[in-house]
């Protein structure tokens, strides 16, 4: 996500972060490389005017030219301002009712913006908090919605009310609600009808749907890749029915950015989550300081550790711990972790939460097709072989190379990989200082 923008802001960082003393001259060419990559990413004119004129009077003051260190300080006031103009961190939360009585969100967008899915994927997200939710079918307009909500309801695991043969979607929303009540469910999520441009039947259906249930939360779903026609859609939304907060879907596809940096500014309403993929999991709170990092260039470490922290089991993690401590570690464990790495997402999404790594590493770099090759070595040994490899001779090492697909050569390359690995892995389990140094060399 946001590649174009994030590779020009990481080099417009770098060249001047590490300089010692900085004039007016080179603030100003630096605004200017930044003014032109707002507006390659597509960003609202006004916004990156209001952006560039802020920085530049923030930057060009006695405090910055005569700092100890007037790089850096430079760098601060382009992020500080960056995550301003992403959001408020304290309105990016869902103002829902306490867990005693029902609170309702209404969900709004145009059609194949990824409102229904992103229903679904919020559904999952409040149920692992601990709410009881239930999802309303309440676009009846596209064919076959229903069924899409009750699919997705159910691989989620929270029931969906629909009432069959009802035309008008302000009963079904009004009968659900009165549904969930009686059930005891604290979460009311409701699906409405889109179109595929903005007309006044959909804004007369969803302000009648509105009014039937004076909904808590109004968000409305937006295609982050758009742009600027996601920003001018939901200004409409804001006049005609009113939104609390937007859902911006699809923004691992982003690669400019232009709806993100310019939403909060033109509609006055802060983005509360991004859609990062296509599963159901695939749904994280926006955190508008963790967005600016990854922008210049910063990485997210915190949401790195999240991610692996939803994946890793916390016993798992001692177990293997201690696995690498006494060096017993075994393929099977390489195989667990490479599963794990999986779940976290691409390589390339992981790359954008490493400091320092956009811009130095690409997936490129990282040979997805040899990690898939590992796996299916691994997985064409049995047991016993995963748990000693020494007893890896060259029968087995031939017969593994045939059931995966592979060479012997790929064998016997991913054992001599394995087995220095497990003597790294040993070093670093036991020895503070080696620790402490490859954190060094990874920029930790």
Known sequence: MFDSISDKFSGIMRSLAGKSKITE??????????????????????????????????????????????????????????????????????????????????????????????????????????????????????????????????????????????????????????????????????????????????????????????????????????????????????????????????????????????????????????GVGEKVEDLDPFYPYRIASRILGMGDIVSLVEKAQSVVDENAAIRMQEKMAKNTFDLQDYLDQLNSMDKMGSIDQLLEMIPGAKGQVSEDDVNTEEIRREKAIILSMTYAERSNYHIMGPTRRKRVAKGSGTTVSDVNRLLKKFEKMRLTMKKLAKNKKYQAEMLKQMGM
């Open 25 to 274: 001259k080179n603030v100003q060419e630096a605004v200017e490389e930044i003014k032109m990559a707002l507006l390659d990413a597509d960003v609202n004119l006004r916004v990156v005017r209001r952006f560039i004129n802020g920085t530049m009077e923030e930057a060009t003051g006695e405090k910055v030219l005569k700092a100890v260190d007037p790089g850096q300080q430079f760098v601060k006031i382009v992020y500080d301002r960056m995550v301003a103009l992403l959001g408020d961190e304290e309105n990016q939360k869902l103002l829902l009712k306490g867990p005693d009585t029902t609170s309702v969100i209404l969900m709004m967008g145009l059609q194949g913006s990824g409102k229904t899915t992103t229903a679904a994927k919020l559904a999952l997200r409040l149920k692992k908090e601990g709410r009881r939710v239930m999802l309303v079918a309440a676009d009846l307009v596209r064919p076959a919605a229903i069924l899409q909500l009750q699919v997705l309801g159910e691989a989620v695991g929270v029931p969906v009310f629909s009432l069959e043969g009802e035309k008008n979607p302000a009963k079904v929303a009004k009968a659900a609600l009165a549904q969930a009540k009686k059930d005891q469910r604290d979460v009311l999520i409701v699906d409405t009808s889109g179109r595929m441009h903005l007309d006044e039947t959909l804004m007369d259906e969803i302000q009648k749907v509105r009014d039937a249930i004076s909904p808590d939360e109004t968000l409305f779903v937006a295609d982050a890749m758009t742009g600027q026609n996601a920003v001018t859609i939901a200004k409409e939304f804001e006049q005609k029915v009113g939104i609390s907060g937007v859902v911006l879907s699809k923004f691992d596809s982003d690669t400019r950015g232009g709806a993100a940096l310019s939403l909060r500014s033109v509609v006055g309403k802060p983005i509360k989550f991004i």
